[in-house]
């Protein structure tokens, strides 16, 4: 069982090490600029909604822990 913990947690890690090199290099700048994230703007208010970034988000946490409780 730590063994798996320890593999996870090694997988987890590359993994954001893997997100955070494409937000710096730029490979993300379309993610939040989305057609179904709302956005609004006036001389003193910005409001900003992320509808559907936050569903592929959501999306693709489900599928992980599915295919996590699947594996163990």
């Known amino acids: 069982m730590n063994r798996w913990v320890g593999i996870l ?3 987890g890690g590359a993994c954001l090490i893997l997100i955070g090199l494409l937000i710096y290099s730029g ?3 379309w993610f939040g600029r989305l057609p179904g994230d709302i ?3 006036s001389e003193r208010v ?4 992320p509808i559907v970034s936050m569903l592929i988000i959501s999306l693709a946490v489900t599928l992980i822990f599915y295919l ?3 594996l163990f």
């Not at 910005?46 to 909604?49: E, M, P, S, W």
């Open 9 to 11: 947690v090694i997988v």
């Open 27 to 29: 490979g993300l700048n």
């Open 39 to 41: 956005s609004y703007e």
């Open 46 to 49: 910005h409001v900003y909604v």
């Open 68 to 70: 996590l409780r699947r």
